[in-house]
């Protein structure tokens, strides 16, 4: 009867009118107030209301169903095949939509019903890989700022392949908490890129100048990245920045200068295909043949050697308490003692840029040491 009766009054009533029974219809379904006969009569009346000429009534049905369990999933599906106005609550909200639903949805779909998944309250990994793969950037950004949304690493690694240049997706990738080192570090070297390219910066200091300065950031930042990154994720951060090319001379440097040996043992390792552990008991207790022979087969000069038996043997001395000293005091001990070598006075030019290098880890480490004494000064 119920629907003989709206067939009937359908075509009298006007649009405004007809939204307003769709709702109450929609509510009536919702709660249960049909018993067992009634409900498949109220489920093709709400299944006529879907060829309805208005957009209101469409509308008003989506908005009294968007939130529902138990809606017939041909109902659903096409409200979300109706216009983005439509269809937008009704994906945003569903709960009976499966994961099936919106991977379609997310393929098919426009702009407009990609941001209302993103919306969902929860996304699975495999939502949130569809929406990676293929939606624009400030979908992404949406979908990354959904703590409720379940992102796998290789969706992360798509999304920096796909947006990396966006600054919107590099600051929301940052913040993920679950982003995987290698992608954290890539887009730390696409801010570092982006920021040398500004206009601004290279007429102030000049664009080669621009470059030392990103780059130097750039190392800086990764090697903080490794001291934080599980220990798990170090070996995969370090074969990323090999074959990216970033296991320079000058970032080892930097590591070994600053006490990271856990990365050093994994870089040295990685390049020169000797396992960890026997790298981490060279760099632990090898004598200084053992430790150039490592740089060597890591591919570094063999003028190098006398830089780093240097720096292994102050944090030795440091770690076995036989030195006391703070961690920004050590790039200087490091110089004095390369100073201290003769070895090392009269190796080839690498060797002079290497300790001019060392130099400037130690001006940064003081001039990081007082900002922080000013910052507890000042808090």
Same mark, same amino acid.
């Given at each position: 009867?119920?629907?003989?009766?709206?067939?009937?009054?359908?075509?009298?009533?006007?649009?405004?009118?007809?939204?307003?029974?769709?709702?109450?219809?929609?509510?009536?379904?919702?709660?249960?107030?049909?018993?067992?006969?009634?409900?498949?009569?109220?489920?093709?009346?709400?299944?006529?209301?879907?060829?309805?000429?208005?957009?209101?009534?469409?509308?008003?049905?989506?908005?009294?169903?968007?939130?529902?369990?138990?809606?017939?999933?041909?109902?659903?599906?096409?409200?979300?095949?109706?216009?983005?106005?439509?269809?937008?609550?009704?994906?945003?909200?569903?709960?009976?939509?499966?994961?099936?639903?919106?991977?379609?949805?997310?393929?098919?779909?426009?702009? $407009?019903?990609?941001? +209302?998944?993103? !919306?969902?309250?929860? *996304?699975?990994?495999? #939502?949130? &890989? /569809?929406? %990676? @793969?293929?939606?624009?950037?400030?979908?992404?950004?949406?979908?990354?700022?959904?703590?409720?949304?379940?992102?796998?690493?290789?969706?992360?690694?798509?999304?920096?392949?796909?947006?990396?240049?966006?600054?919107?997706?590099?600051?929301?990738?940052?913040?993920?908490?679950?982003?995987?080192?290698?992608?954290?570090?890539?887009?730390?070297? $696409?801010?570092?890129? +982006?920021?040398? !390219?500004?206009?601004? *910066?290279?007429?102030? #200091?000049? &664009? /080669?100048? %621009? @470059?030392?300065?990103?780059?130097?950031?750039?190392?800086?930042?990764?090697?903080?990245?490794?001291?934080?990154?599980?220990?798990?994720?170090?070996?995969?951060?370090?074969?990323?920045?090999?074959?990216?090319?970033?296991?320079?001379?000058?970032?080892?440097?930097?590591?070994?200068?600053?006490?990271?040996?856990?990365?050093?043992?994994?870089?040295?390792?990685?390049?020169?295909?000797? !396992?960890?552990?026997?790298?981490?008991?060279?760099?632990?207790?090898?004598?200084?043949?053992?430790?150039?022979?490592?740089?060597?087969?890591?591919?570094?000069?063999?003028?190098?050697?006398?830089?780093?038996?240097?720096?292994?043997?102050?944090?030795?001395?440091?770690?076995?308490?036989?030195?006391?000293?703070?961690?920004?005091?050590?790039?200087?001990?490091?110089?004095?003692?390369?100073?201290?070598?003769?070895?090392?006075?009269?190796?080839?030019?690498?060797?002079?840029?290497?300790?001019?290098?060392?130099?400037?880890?130690?001006?940064?480490?003081?001039?990081?040491?007082?900002?922080?004494?000013?910052?507890?000064?000042?808090?």
């Amino acid at each position: 009867m119920i629907v003989q009766r709206f067939v009937h009054w359908r075509h009298t009533a006007n649009s405004a009118g007809r939204a307003d029974a769709a709702r109450s219809v929609a509510q009536a379904y919702i709660e249960g107030r049909f018993g067992a006969a009634e409900r498949s009569e109220a489920e093709a009346t709400l299944t006529l209301m879907l060829d309805d000429p208005s957009p209101k009534v469409r509308q008003a049905l989506a908005e009294g169903l968007a939130t529902a369990p138990g809606v017939p999933a041909v109902i659903l599906r096409a409200l979300c095949d109706d216009s983005d106005a439509i269809a937008c609550p009704v994906v945003r909200g569903s709960p009976a939509l499966d994961d099936e639903d919106l991977v379609t949805l997310a393929a098919v779909g426009s702009e $407009a019903v990609r941001r +209302a998944i993103v !919306a969902r309250r929860v *996304l699975s990994v495999r #939502v949130s &890989a /569809a929406i %990676a @793969e293929i939606a624009d950037p400030a979908v992404c950004v949406a979908l990354l700022e959904n703590d409720g949304a379940a992102i796998a690493a290789v969706s992360y690694q798509r999304l920096a392949e796909r947006h990396g240049q966006d600054a919107d997706i590099r600051g929301a990738l940052l913040a993920r908490d679950d982003l995987p080192a290698t992608v954290r570090q890539q887009m730390i070297l $696409a801010a570092g890129q +982006a920021l040398a !390219a500004l206009p601004l *910066l290279r007429s102030l #200091v000049g &664009a /080669a100048r %621009a @470059e030392d300065v990103t780059l130097a950031a750039c190392e800086r930042a990764t090697a903080k990245l490794a001291e934080v990154a599980p220990a798990g994720e170090i070996p995969t951060l370090v074969e990323h920045l090999r074959r990216s090319g970033q296991l320079t001379t000058a970032f080892l440097l930097r590591v070994v200068s600053t006490g990271d040996i856990d990365l050093l043992a994994a870089a040295l390792a990685c390049l020169s295909q000797t !396992a960890e552990r026997r790298v981490m008991a060279i760099l632990a207790g090898g004598r200084q043949k053992a430790v150039t022979a490592l740089i060597v087969d890591a591919g570094l000069p063999v003028s190098m050697g006398p830089l780093f038996w240097a720096a292994v043997s102050v944090w030795r001395e440091v770690a076995a308490g036989k030195r006391p000293a703070r961690p920004e005091e050590v790039p200087q001990m490091i110089i004095r003692r390369v100073v201290a070598d003769p070895g090392s006075r009269e190796g080839p030019a690498d060797t002079d840029e290497a300790a001019r290098f060392l130099h400037r880890l130690a001006n940064e480490a003081a001039l990081d040491a007082a900002r922080e004494r000013a910052r507890r000064l000042a808090a």
